[in-house]
């Protein structure tokens, strides 16, 4: 039977084994090291550029325009400028407190003339006194249209700017309303002091 001597390591022989097997292992940890190094260096990166990532969000979120905002905008001028236009048109076509103070002033004159008095003086107090209180009643409702839509178009010039301009629609119903407070003061100065018509006179016949 054939026997085959085992063979003997020196000490030389196993100091350079080890010594391969040691630089083995760090040639192979030294790709792992160097990566986990820039994933470190990544990470570090994306927690310093997101606090400012977050502060630009902000910020543009802060620059956009609040949709309620720019609703409420121009809504109190534009109130205005309505409520000027109407009371331009309530001093043209008249109001029924203006109805309501004629046909006072007429009962008043029938009042005073019931115990008699002369045609003229029954004119003057029946139908004069009614024409002119209507003519005046208008004209408070012009002079209040006229002044209402001169604020409206003269608020912007005064107390604290504003950041955006006032609506065009705005400024147009306001015009409208001034437009219709000058020419309602106009026709009730005139009806008041009988430029367009005076009273009847107690002399002209019946019928002519």
Request: glycine share 12%; proline share 6%; charged share 20%.
């Amino acid at each position: 039977m054939n026997t085959t001597p085992a063979k003997t390591t020196t000490p030389d022989e196993t100091a350079a084994a080890d010594a391969a097997a040691t630089k083995d292992t760090e040639t192979k940890d030294a790709p792992g090291t160097s990566s986990e190094a820039g994933d470190s260096a990544t990470a570090s990166d994306d927690l310093a550029t997101r606090p400012e990532d977050d502060a630009e969000g902000i910020a543009d979120e802060d620059l956009e325009p609040d949709p309620f905002e720019t609703a409420r905008h121009g809504v109190g001028a534009g109130a205005a400028a309505v409520v000027s236009a109407a009371l331009g048109v309530v001093a043209l076509t008249g109001a029924w407190s203006g109805r309501v103070a004629a046909e006072r002033e007429t009962l008043i004159g029938q009042i005073k003339t019931s115990g008699g008095g002369s045609a003229a003086q029954q004119i003057s107090e029946i139908y004069g006194d009614a024409w002119h209180t209507t003519a005046l009643v208008n004209g408070v409702f012009a002079v209040l249209a006229l002044l209402v839509g001169v604020v409206v178009l003269v608020r912007p010039a005064f107390g604290t700017p504003a950041d955006r301009p006032q609506p065009a629609w705005v400024r147009a119903v306001a015009l409208a309303g001034v437009a219709l407070g000058v020419l309602g003061v106009l026709i009730s100065a005139g009806m008041y002091f009988d430029l367009f018509a005076s009273l009847p006179s107690a002399g002209t016949p019946a019928g002519g």
